[in-house]
């Protein structure tokens, strides 16, 4: 399973909406359990509806060399059964109370959500704690999973326009460490050649409370909560301590270019990335707010003068963190897809002469304004979602210092001056530093992917 939180989840998540004339506030409290769990708790009783959500500190980046795969096929084996869950019960039983779930692997964690009827949360808490202790892991288990995981990657990666560049081709060019490189599905060879005591060590190393963060979110009591915590979770044994680093990135030597042909493909898309440092520092905080500036909103200037006045795209986008976020040094990513007859080069070219702009001449105060506004409306557009606040404590309690660090974070970009934009522009943003991805359909007379050459990093 993977999920990236949807815009418009369903009607039942909302709560009530914040007042954008004060500050948010949200209710939170934290503390940890004796084996080392994380828990964070938000009351919300505009709905009778609770989220629980909870992180294991367990991704890609965590397996080695020749057992890969290992974090995203546990995010299936989750679902699959335990010594008091039958096979394919736990979806049923969520499922039979109205209510949703998903998981999604990353470099850096593993998440895992259930919304339901408050009522049914000590039924959620029970299920989470006892797939903790006695998931099962066995060779029969194993090889469905394995299976199941198999034909995600060749429904997501190999019969999807655009995938298999995204998700295989661009991060070995992207990231220099190993751990940020390597597909999060992992080698299929490794899947199938890993025995059973791989997996069981695997889990036994990183699904313990004292490597994860539960958060609790919605319609609840704070005191029963907190007993029902202690009930099911407090008994769990505590597992071995992790050492908790990122990955290093080195500094990039030369641009890379590669084309790319995708026999799904219907439109060229270019892609144009480039290393920048961690979540929640100074630099990457100015490169979010010029990412947004540039290309948020239709009078931004990427859509602007790509898609409205030169007619060369119909959609561009410049995110941090994409496709999949990184808690260590990560990527900025363009993505430009060409009008009907553009030659990819010649979007491409626009888009520097843009970047060129900013480093020259910087931004003006109304588009740093209204970027600055448009990442405060979509946060508290997003304090009305018990999902979003769940997955957002857990975000905070486990990498950035804290979850009663997350309602006012935002207000992080008011310092951010125009010069601090035209500076990380000028580092960041260069032409040397980039690693740029042509993806163009493949021409009739040929039906195979055919990637060319451009330099190795």
Sequence with gaps: MSFFLPSGLTALLLTAAPNPASSPTLPIERYSLNNGLRVVLSEDHSAPIVTLFITYRVGAAQEVSGRTGFAHLFEHMMFNGSANVPEGAYSWYVGATGGVLNGNTEPDRTNYFQTVPSNFLEGMLWLEADRM????????????????????????????PYAKTLLLEWPQQAFSSWEYAHSIYGSMQDLSNAPAQAFKDFFAQHYVPNNATLVICGDFEPTRAKDLVQKYFGPVPKGPEQERSFPREAPQAAAVYRKVEDRLAQVPLALISWDIPEPRTADRDALELLASLLTEGASARLPKRLIDDDKLAVQVMMRAGFPIPTYGPGQMVTLLVANRDVELEKLRSVLWQELERVQAEGVRMAEMRRAKAKIKKDHLDGLRKTVFKAQQ?????????????????????????????????????????????????????????????GNER
């Design 393 to 453: 404590l857990a975000t905070y309690e486990t990498f950035y210092g804290g979850a009663d660090k997350f309602p006012n974070d935002y207000r992080r970009y008011d310092k951010i001056k125009r010069k601090d934009l035209q500076r990380v522009a000028k580092r960041y943003l260069t032409k040397q530093a980039s690693v740029t991805f042509d993806i163009v359909p493949t021409p009739a007379r040929n039906q195979a992917p055919a990637p060319t050459g």
């Design 133 to 160: 202790t006695s998931l099962d892991i066995t060779d029969a288990s194993l090889s469905n999973e394995k299976d199941v995981v198999k034909e995600e990657v060749r429904q997501q990666q190999d019969n999807a």
